[in-house]
């Protein structure tokens, strides 16, 4: 029983993956002005400049490539095929967005979003698919 709830909690995973990748492809996620100054202010050393320097400069490249793997990470996770290695993307992801994008959330209890992300690609990626999956079917 623990193995379909398993199934339950990547298809979830998946469709949250997705929604991020529907804002961004729609228009209805953080403004770009506003992603671009969390950018300029964002106050861990290194990643500021990388930001500073690289990102907002391809800030268009950029940002349909992050789009682009979260619809991959979120379909991928969503069928349950290749689902470790779509979770260990999307835990990569989900720490790119916890420490740039969630510090132009002005409320902490926004951020919070981003980090259980994390936390739930990173128990997909130990834990594996589940019983209904693409994976347990012998077809990945």
């Known amino acids: 029983?623990?193995?379909?709830?398993q199934s339950?909690?990547?298809v979830g995973v998946g469709f949250f993956w997705l929604f991020f990748a529907y804002q961004g492809w729609?228009?209805?996620g953080p403004s770009p002005a506003a992603v671009q100054a969390g950018f300029v202010t964002n106050?861990?050393?290194g990643i500021h400049e990388?930001?500073?320097l690289v990102v907002l400069p391809n800030w268009v490249w950029f940002s349909l490539m992050?789009?682009?793997a979260e619809v991959v990470v979120g379909a991928l996770l969503v069928l349950g095929l290749f689902t470790r290695p779509a979770a260990i993307v999307g835990s990569v992801i989900a720490i790119d967005l916890a420490l740039t994008v969630a510090f132009i959330e002005p409320s902490i209890v926004n951020r919070w979003v981003y980090y259980l992300l994390?936390?739930?690609n990173l128990e997909l990626a130990f834990n594996g698919p589940g019983a209904l999956s693409l994976d347990q079917r012998?077809?990945?």
């Open 50 to 52: 990388v930001l500073v």
């Open 138 to 140: 012998g077809i990945a």
């Open 43 to 45: 106050p861990i050393p």
């Open 1 to 5: 029983m623990s193995a379909f709830w």
């Open 118 to 120: 994390v936390l739930g």
């Open 66 to 68: 992050q789009t682009a």
């Open 8 to 10: 339950v909690f990547r």
């Open 26 to 28: 729609s228009g209805n």
